[in-house]
Every structure is written in structure tokens, then in C-alpha cells.
Nanobody
């Protein structure tokens, strides 16, 4: 099994920066893609950024240029650097991993989430 634990959330002001971290444990050698998603109050969960095992990244349009996803496979960690934060970035941020327990497919693994609040 794989477990994901996020950290780094908190309260920041408009325009400030924040760095989220996600630590993966368990059978991490079977993880391929990882990413960050977020869910704002009253809204559906949306993709923030993803990164493949090879380091290829993909960002949601509204986060491109402000957010940076990175991954350290040796340490089994995932990070999200968020700059120029806006109140609309307020949400619970979730770490995500695509876990392959066997060759037949994969399971989606989610962390418990970390709250980011941006005040105006």
C-alpha cells in the first residue's frame, strides 16, 4: 500500500508564497504519476499540477507561471511552490499518486489534504 501525507498549508496574504510538501511511504517504487489537486468550498476538486516519473509537468491554466511542481523520487516527496497567491487559491490541496500494485492497472491514492487560505 502507499500512503501520502501533505504538509505546509496555512494562512497567507494576497501576493505571498507558500510551499506544500507531500511525503509518500509504503510501496513507493510502484508510483508513476503524482500531482496536486485542490477543492475550494462549494466547488469540485480540480487539477492543479501533475508530474510524471520522468519529470514531465502539466499545469492548470490559471496556475501556470505561478505554481511550480517538483518531485524527488529518491526521497519519495512531492512539492508545490505557490507564488503570487490570490484569494481564489483558497482551497484544500490534495496530494495524488498513481500507484501500480501489479501490471494490470493502477489505483489512485490521495492524501488527507492541507488547507490553504489566502486573505485579501
Amino acid at each position: 500500500q502507499v500512503r501520502l501525507v501533505e504538509s505546509g498549508g496555512g494562512l497567507v496574504h494576497f501576493g505571498e508564497s507558500l510551499r506544500l510538501s507531500c511525503a509518500a511511504s509504503g510501496r513507493t517504487f510502484s508510483i508513476s504519476d503524482m500531482g496536486w489537486y485542490r477543492q475550494a468550498p462549494g466547488k469540485e476538486r480540480e487539477m492543479v499540477a501533475t508530474i510524471t516519473s520522468g519529470g514531465d509537468t502539466n499545469y492548470a491554466h490559471s496556475m501556470k507561471g505561478r505554481f511550480t511542481i517538483s518531485r524527488d523520487s529518491a526521497k519519495n516527496t512531492l512539492a508545490l511552490r505557490m507564488d503570487s497567491l490570490k484569494p481564489e487559491d483558497t482551497a484544500v490541496y490534495y496530494c495524488y499518486a498513481k500507484w501500480h500494485p501489479n501490471v494490470e492497472g493502477y489505483l489512485e491514492v490521495w492524501g488527507q489534504g492541507t488547507l490553504v487560505t489566502v486573505s485579501s
